[in-house]
């Protein structure tokens, strides 16, 4: 039997006890041997493993330990549930012969090298459960050690993300198409651009634009045929400044008004002053 013993000094140990009838040579009973021994240690360490069992079964995450031969000494209530192994079914199985593995980002033999260099080992893996479905598991596997720190195996940890890596499938998806779009959509406007400089660059009409204080910031080329300025003298000029003085009060109100109304064009008529010094009526838009 086994139970709790007291010693002369009222300390108490857990023993495994042992009675054997003594008879002598004529088969007659003359007494009994009493072998007692000292298993407190025995019992502490199974009561670890119990208890460490426990928490193993209460943790919501797949829990997997294998002995240094890769046989399988633990597989807890959730690897039962997402695995669709009960714990008989595998239990003393080698691993490799229960569970199909992929390695997406590292190779097995690299997992077993940083394992035995660092003692861990964590990173994404794919398992097939018993009936052939994919599920996609971020894993945490450390050596298992005695008290002597001597490697006796390893246990794994593995966390379901099969839903976040098809959600990070359908991002990606998404912005592979939105990336596609906007190089579409940016070849699109440069070659509308482009089109449109040209179109500027070789029109016989002067197209300015100019900022909210009317200064030029852009001049296109056929301004120097049309009223003699270079586009480097147009450049950062205030537009009403080279306007007939008569016309200055009509072409500033105009184009406070656009300011003001920034969908609506208006039309413009006045007179500008040639680099000649003479005097020209233009006709624009703003």
Same mark, same amino acid.
């Given at each position: 039997s086994e139970g709790f013993r007291v010693r002369k000094d009222g300390s108490v140990f857990y023993a495994n006890v042992v009675f054997t009838p003594l008879y002598d040579?004529? *088969?007659?009973?003359? &007494?009994?041997?009493?072998?007692?021994?000292?298993?407190?240690?025995?019992?502490?360490?199974?009561?670890?493993?119990?208890?460490?069992?426990?928490?193993?079964?209460?943790?919501?995450?797949?829990?997997?330990?294998?002995? *240094? *031969?890769?046989?399988?000494?633990?597989?807890?209530?959730?690897?039962?549930?997402?695995?669709?192994?009960?714990?008989?079914?595998?239990? &003393?199985?080698?691993?490799?012969?229960?569970?199909?593995?992929?390695?997406?980002?590292?190779?097995?033999?690299?997992?077993?090298?940083?394992? =035995?260099?660092?003692?861990?080992? =964590? &990173?994404?893996?794919?398992?097939?459960?018993?009936?052939?479905?994919?599920?996609?598991?971020?894993?945490?596997?450390? =050596?298992?050690?005695?008290? *002597?720190?001597?490697?006796? &195996?390893?246990?794994?940890?593995?966390?379901?993300?099969?839903e976040r890596k098809k959600t990070e499938g359908a991002l990606a998806k998404f912005n592979r198409e939105l990336e596609l779009r906007v190089n579409e959509r940016t070849e699109s406007i440069y070659k509308n651009e482009v089109l449109f400089c040209s179109m500027v660059e070789h029109s016989n009409d002067v197209f300015l634009r100019v900022d909210e204080k009317f200064a030029v910031l852009f001049c296109s080329p056929s301004a120097e045929r049309v009223v003699g300025w270079t586009v480097e003298e147009m450049s950062q000029e205030v537009l009403p400044t080279k306007a007939h003085p008569d016309d200055r009060p009509l072409l500033e109100n105009k184009l406070c008004e656009s300011i003001a109304n920034p969908e609506k064009m208006l039309r413009l008529l006045f007179r500008h002053r040639h680099k000649n010094g003479k005097y020209s009526w233009l006709e624009g838009s703003v």
């Open positions: 040579d004529n *088969n007659k009973l003359y &007494g009994y041997a009493k072998v007692t021994r000292d298993i407190t240690e025995k019992q502490n360490a199974e009561e670890s493993l119990r208890y460490m069992a426990t928490i193993a079964d209460s943790i919501q995450d797949p829990i997997i330990s294998s002995d *240094n *031969n890769s046989f399988i000494t633990r597989w807890n209530d959730a690897a039962e549930k997402l695995l669709e192994w009960k714990s008989e079914e595998v239990s &003393g199985k080698n691993i490799d012969s229960v569970l199909s593995v992929y390695y997406p980002n590292e190779t097995k033999s690299e997992i077993l090298i940083c394992l =035995q260099q660092k003692g861990r080992w =964590q &990173g994404e893996l794919v398992y097939l459960t018993k009936t052939r479905k994919r599920i996609s598991v971020l894993v945490t596997e450390s =050596q298992l050690k005695d008290s *002597n720190a001597v490697v006796t &195996g390893s246990i794994v940890v593995a966390k379901d993300i099969t």
